[in-house]
């Protein structure tokens, strides 16, 4: 089983999508994580700066920067501050680093440096890494201190918020990659339709005809290029075979009925009953077949470049059928022959072609039918048309019967065709009468191991 585009397209994007979101996330949290520390030492010194003069009372100051940050995410991060003053409580743990010997080298690192009235720095001070903000022109006063460690927990907490919320909105990515298949599919599939459509109307009768196709884009150039050519050189050869085939039954008709005549003239002149007459009377049925051959090669490579000439008339089919149903009767003895024939059925067509049609479905069901058989024909109105059905049994069914039945020179089981004379053109010619008349015609066997040949055209207007 095939599989399908729009699915294998589907899980491509969705594979993308995935791909990307999760580049998206890596990358972000590669630079974003250092530009989130980077935001949560600036407002350090923001908090430094405005509520300066609550920084004795630790609550106060941070009701006061809060104050100023309504709804921040990263106002959060005051809670994790170690506030360093004059009257800093030493016993809070905390606080331990505000009096670390190694703050004149931390003041001093190359990561300190000074903006506004502010000097910011961060690095390590009691094997932790820590960062810092305190007025640049005091050497003692206010400073904000907050471990690394804690800005990164904040950090983390919010990438974690983050893909909670990708989770949750995963049915909604799932339905958005699913309508985009669909355009992508959509916009994709519109000039392969339009050359599809094209390519779709083509056929072994108009393939010399240039067909109106542009490439809807520069990328789709090439395809309509080779297309184009396939059609030239297809055309070239059809045109080839159908001239070969016309020019080769045309050009034999003439020696094969001469040596008809000088057949029939030997088999006058020679002994009755002799050997030779014998030997020319069957040289004289093969030159027959000859010429039977000859005449519907000729007819068929008439019908492929739609050179079958129609001398159309209104024919009552009922009548056509209801005298060969008489005539069966009187020939084929041997077989039953049930009809259902509906009266007045007319059919504007060719009326020397559509015997010819008949003719081949009734002779098939007689050759390939059963020692003592039947046969049933049944024709009907239907809506704006008729149907004529030829029934019979027979012996043995090709598997391959109904693929291959209107193939030129098929005759089914091989070995039962050759106690049987034909040609495997008789169905091939049929076919090719049926389309002339806009009709159509198709074969299919039945639960009776019976092969059933259906005839479908529209009734004359008149």
Not at 35 to 59: F, P, T, Y
């Amino acid at each position: 089983m095939k599989r399908s585009f729009k699915v294998h397209l589907f899980l491509r994007l969705l594979v993308i999508i995935f791909v990307i979101i999760g580049a998206n996330r890596m990358i972000a949290q590669h630079f974003l994580s250092e530009q989130l520390r980077e935001q949560i030492h600036q407002e350090m010194g923001l908090a430094l700066s405005r509520c300066d003069a609550s920084i004795n009372d630790r609550q106060a100051f941070l009701n006061c920067f809060k104050a100023h940050e309504p709804g921040s995410l990263l106002s959060n991060v005051a809670d994790y501050y170690v506030i360093c003053s004059a009257t800093a409580k030493l016993s809070d743990v905390r606080q331990e680093v505000c009096r670390h010997e190694d703050q004149v080298d931390f003041w001093l690192s190359k990561a300190s440096f000074v903006q506004d009235d502010l000097q910011f720095s961060s690095g390590e001070v009691s094997e932790q890494l820590w960062m810092a903000v305190k007025f640049s022109a005091r050497q003692v006063g206010s400073e904000i201190w907050i471990k690394q460690t804690d800005a990164d927990r904040i950090v983390s907490q919010m990438w974690a918020l983050r893909d909670r919320n990708l989770i949750r909105v995963f049915p909604i990515i799932l339905f958005m990659v699913f309508l985009l298949n669909i355009y992508i599919t959509r916009e994709l599939m519109k000039p392969v339709n339009r050359i599809q459509d094209t390519m779709s109307g083509l056929n072994a009768s108009n393939l010399d005809r240039s067909m109106p196709l542009d490439a809807p884009y520069r990328e789709f150039e090439k395809i309509v290029e080779v297309f184009v050519d396939l059609r030239v050189r297809l055309s070239s050869s059809f045109n080839k075979a159908r001239r070969f085939a016309s020019d080769a039954s045309h050009e034999l008709r003439t020696p094969l009925t001469i040596l008809r005549g000088n057949a029939e003239k030997l088999i006058r002149d020679l002994p009755l009953g002799s050997d030779a007459q014998i030997r020319v009377r069957s040289m004289g049925d093969e030159v027959e077949r000859l010429i039977d051959i000859t005449e519907k090669l000729l007819l068929l490579s008439r019908a492929d470049a739609n050179g079958l000439q129609q001398n159309l008339s209104d024919v009552n089919l009922s009548d056509l059928l209801t005298q060969l149903i008489h005539d069966a009767h009187s020939f084929q003895s041997s077989l039953k022959i049930l009809s259902d024939i509906e009266p007045d059925v007319m059919w504007r067509c060719d009326k020397t072609l559509v015997r010819q049609l008949i003719s081949n479905l009734y002779t098939n069901a007689v050759n390939y039918n059963l020692a003592n058989g039947w046969l049933r024909i049944v024709l009907k109105r239907t809506p704006g048309q008729f149907e004529l059905t030829i029934e019979n049994p027979t012996e043995t069914l090709p598997s391959d019967l109904t693929d291959h039945a209107f193939e030129r020179f098929y005759r089914g089981d091989a070995s039962h065709a050759r106690h049987i004379d034909g040609l495997g053109l008789g169905l091939s010619i049929c076919l090719e009468i049926a389309h002339l008349h806009q009709g159509s015609l198709n074969l299919s066997v039945t639960q009776k191991q019976a092969v059933l040949v259906r005839l479908k055209a529209p009734l004359s207007s008149r």
